[in-house]
């Protein structure tokens, strides 16, 4: 078996290291000239680490995040809604980190490098199409650098994993139209800052109409610690604007963003500091795509973004195309036809991560900020009074048994 995966993303590069520890055959093909450190911060959530960890990645994930010890959910004024503790001081076996998206990408893509070779990934190589019969798959991949030769490639089975505007699910569902966009422009930058309380905490304050994200991605050094900060504000109709063809990572100045920053406060840190010294800040709109019926089409499947776009809202976009990952190798190596593993992975992740969809358009577990600032928009002197202990812990806690990384006590019950 010869497995082609076209996008080398952190889901694409996940599966290529997990079919060559199960002994199958890959080839990438990535769209950009070269894999960079590009982007912000993410979160990566234990049942997903879990996973790289069984890649042997976690000393070098070390190297370049950190272990997240608490999260707290914040009013917009920087009032405590909910706080947990997170990772291995939850009780999971494993941690949950925050870390810098391209280190992390770039961490996954020096390992498949250093394991299968320096020809694993063919860069400058975009998706143009595909045919296949029932002996193999044939991907034509165009040259994005210099329009010069493309690429013909023939395998058993081709994984998508080609981001939002995916080609592969653009062929199987050409009438889709655009990614889903509520009206909300999220705007993230990273900025080297004196340590904000222990190092290895993230803040979100206020709901969907409006929030402020705090976390570290970098180990901290001489007091001071790579910050990711968001601002998440909705700034247009979508019935009326649909989002811009070309503001899906586009450098703003200062003044488009300082004012919706103000609007928060963060116990201990300064926001608009913070946000006055980042060098660079990039606007994303908020967007996702509707759960599809299916994924798998003979011998070619979506994975990761391609096939479950999701809002980023529990921590769970990476994490959700690693358990991809995992799902599909493991079918693939187990399974006596490319085809059979194919439908067995989809049958499996389709409707967990169609869930996941759903409940993050509904504010995830960040909910449990929508539901105060509703009934206590002013703020509030006790927080019971306005929304008791087991409320806040029901939306919290369904949440991480519907994104599946809720820990297991002691006694063999769920717990957040």
């Not at 941690?95 to 990934?121: C, E, M, N, Y």
């Not at 921590?315 to 399974?335: E, K, P």
């Not at 992740?349 to 409940?359: Q, S």
């Not at 008791?388 to 297991?408: H, K, Q, W």
Request: charged share 20%; glycine share 12%.
């Amino acid at each position: 078996m010869k497995v082609l995966i076209a996008g080398a993303g952190i889901g694409g590069l996940t599966t290529a290291l997990m079919l060559h520890q199960r002994g199958i055959p890959v080839q990438l093909f990535e769209v950009a000239r070269e894999v960079r450190e590009v982007g912000v911060g993410i979160n990566v959530l234990p049942h997903a680490i879990r996973e790289l960890e069984a890649l042997g990645l976690l000393p070098a994930l070390d190297a370049v995040g950190v272990r997240t010890r608490k999260l707290s959910y914040l009013t917009k004024q920087g009032q405590e809604v909910w706080s947990e503790l997170r990772g291995m001081h939850a009780g999971h076996e494993v941690p949950q980190f925050s870390i810098h998206r391209g280190r992390l990408q770039k961490t996954i893509f020096d390992a498949v490098i250093d394991r299968l070779g320096p020809d694993a990934v063919v860069t400058g190589r975009k998706l143009a199409g595909f045919v296949q019969d029932e002996r193999c798959v044939t991907a034509h991949f165009t040259n994005s650098v210099d329009g010069g030769t493309g690429t013909t490639a023939q395998g058993d089975v081709l994984i998508c994993a080609d981001g939002i505007h995916s080609v592969g699910r653009r062929s199987f569902y050409p009438s889709e139209g655009p990614p889903s966009w509520q009206g909300v422009a999220m705007w993230r930058g990273a900025v080297d800052w004196p340590v904000w309380q222990d190092g290895e905490s993230m803040a979100i304050g206020g709901g969907l109409g409006g929030k402020f994200v705090l976390y570290p991605i970098a180990p901290a050094r001489d007091g001071t610690q790579l910050t990711n900060w968001v601002v998440n504000v909705r700034i247009k109709d979508p019935a009326l604007s649909p989002p811009p063809p070309d503001n899906w990572s586009r450098q703003v100045p200062l003044a488009t963003v300082l004012p919706h920053a103000l609007r928060f406060g963060v116990p201990g840190m300064d926001i608009g500091g913070l946000v006055r010294a980042t060098p660079a800040i990039f606007e994303y709109p908020m967007a996702d795509r509707d759960p599809l019926p299916r994924w798998t089409f003979g011998r070619i499947t979506l994975l990761g973004d391609a096939a479950h776009p999701m809002y980023p809202v529990g921590s769970n976009g990476a994490s959700q195309a690693i358990l991809d990952a995992r799902c599909l190798a493991d079918a693939l190596a187990r399974s006596e036809h490319p085809r059979a593993a194919l439908w067995t992975y989809e049958k499996d992740r389709l409707p967990k991560t169609a869930e996941v969809v759903r409940t993050n358009r509904v504010g995830g577990p960040e909910r449990v900020i929508d539901e105060v600032e509703k009934r206590a928009p002013a703020g509030f002197s006790d927080i019971n009074t306005v929304l008791d202990l087991e409320a806040r812990r029901a939306i919290v806690g369904g949440y991480a048994n519907t994104a599946g990384f809720s820990r297991v006590k002691s006694d063999g019950k769920r717990a957040v």
